[in-house]
């Protein structure tokens, strides 16, 4: 056991952060700090600079362009990336799709659709939930019918995250009703500009609009964008899902978050003292720091088993429900702290205006940030979800 | 970094937790509960004997380990056994305070078997804080009152903190001496503890000591072997905490009302799971601990404080869970889990509780 770096790790973090350095504009870094709306331009531009070094792809092989990083790099560059305020790598297509592709997919699936992904050339977005299939996923009913050389599509899905930026939408679609639910799912690749799609914005509590509803109305898919085999698309879906997820615990956001906070309670002042000497509030940022401490070790221990051929499954949930947790009181401590200047809706507050933001600490928009992130303990398999996968792993039933 | 036991470690593991598996059972450990002392001498030379003291201490004090990695391992599978045995205070505690005073002889026989020990260091009012010393030494007659010393009355000599010089907080000041079990003027007040094992009040009047190492700086020794002693008793729970979670998982399969195995009920099985996700929290705390107590003092002692702490935190929600969730037979003296659950929550009052340690924390993260 070795819980420092090697010098090989150092190095490689201080290429990491020389990377950023020079790589990742102020402009960008500060738009993330503050919580502001990155638009797809500056999302695109992110991948582009992460593509032409290399590092796109760190969960890819080699052999389809990835930099094939181990469990230590791929943490070192999680928490270089979340401390330089970099944009967060939009994960749809570069390892949740690409995963199944890499396994299920045939040669021309991988040829066509992997080098697009690294280009950036198709942007893509999940076609997962339904509005009466959240949860229960595999009750969803968006019907795919197979006429000559063509599926057509029809139904709903929801929660779509950046549909509105997607050229293309990867799906979960009914191609057999007369089995059991989950015998009769395929998983296709839809073009978003066919005919009969239609893109819905749903705007959030926090007043940001990143999710959609996306309609389906007799939608021509060519069969050669089915995946795999017809009606195994639950296999494929499920194996996205338990897919090792780098940076599931979210250990870069919390210690970026944290560091924030700290930074806010410094500043702040409370009965003539600074927030972070009242013992009330230390001692919730204190307890948060050391439940942060043990799980990016928790984090680290799985990632590097996982490398070594570990299932990542039932630990991946427990990353998921610990480190959503963690975020979460984080964003809270973070809203407390600012006090009134939580109050401010600040996207309307600063909308047509050159004025500073009305926060004293420059701490941006930490309400909406705190009502946004509820969202995390719900999508990806709520954390309900997630607890009934560890007690169905661990205790069988 | 890397996560996995060294070759030697996993042998060590290997061995220790197939000992421990057949030589500890509750007949043992109700004969180490009835005892007089609280220790069973055959179980003590059989564990010394495997070389289990030796690892407590450096090749230069005379061991072959001492690491807080080599200490982990040990003390979790103490843990996991539930061993009611005093090798944290005797040994490791005592032992390591007399290392560090170059009492290398004692140490050899620490090591053998053969020499049990106990620190009389806290006070009735000094609670955690290994500062406050009352009890005082002139020209080497001890007067005072030592609180909740373990293993006192089996021990073979004591080991006495008095305050030579300074406030009764001052660090500077307070020396370690060897009092005799038969030195006029000292009396042992024993009591059986709740989870295991012997302590005592143990009360000074104008008792003799012999000085161990240089007068006036004992506090250093003491803040070391107490930095071990946490990581040791935070291995223990851990182990002692995986025991208790093993115990439940398997009766939530087995137990049946309503007709199904009371596992399949949510309310239960996704306390379950928190409970799992709360026992890998504990395994990377204590795996810090462990694993940066060769680190500098600052670093080493953030990790201890924050493993304190946490263990503290998800050691309370281990034990109230188990029993809540075996319901009326974890109520009961004959069902291992009710000691087990004393244990994990006694834990909790020894070297520094959860908020102790938070405290600490704090002062080196926020200052």
Known sequence: MDLNYSKDDLAFRDEVRAFLATKLTKELSEKVRLGGDLTKEDMEGWHAILNAQGWLAPNWPKEYGGSEWNAVQRHIFDDECASAHAPRVVPFGLSMLAPVLQKFGNQQQKDHWLPRILSGEDWWCQGYSEPGAGSDLASLKTKAVREGDHYVVNGQKTWTTFGQHANMIFCLVRTDSTVKQQAGISFLLIDMNTPGIEVRPIILLD???????????????????????????????????????TNIAGVGFSTAGLAAVKRIAKAEMSGGKSLIQNSLFAARVAQVEIDLMAMSTTNLRIVSQAAAGGAPG???????VKGTIIRQEINDLARRAVGPYALPFVSEAVEGSNEPLPDPHDAGPVAAQYFNNRKISIFGGSNEIQRGIIAKVKMGG | MNFDLTDEHQMLQDSLRRFLKYSCNSKTRNEALSSETGVTSDLWHAMAEMGVIGAFFTEEQGGFGGTGADIALIFEELGRANIVSPFLDSALLSGRVLAAACELDRVADLIGGDLQLALAHGEPTSRYDLNYVRTTSVNGILNGRKAVVVNALASDVLIVSARTSGEISDEDGISLYFVEKDAAGLTIQDYALIAGGHAAEVTLDGVEGSLIGEEGKGFALLKDAYAIATVAQCAETLGAMTTATELTQEYLVTRQQFGRPIATFQALAHRMSDMLIEMEQARSAVIRAAGYFESDERTRDINIHAAKNLMGRAGRLIAEESIQMHGGIAMTQEYELAHIAKRITMADHRFGDTDYHLEKFMALTQP
């Open chain 1, 207 to 245: 007043g940001s609009a990143e999710v959609n509803e996306v309609w389906f109305t007799d939608v021509k898919v060519p069969v050669e964008n089915l995946v795999g085999e017809e009606n195994s698309g639950w296999t494929y879906a499920k194996y996205l899902l338990t897919h090792e997820r």
């Open chain 1, 314 to 320: 039932v630990e991946a949930s427990m990353l998921k």
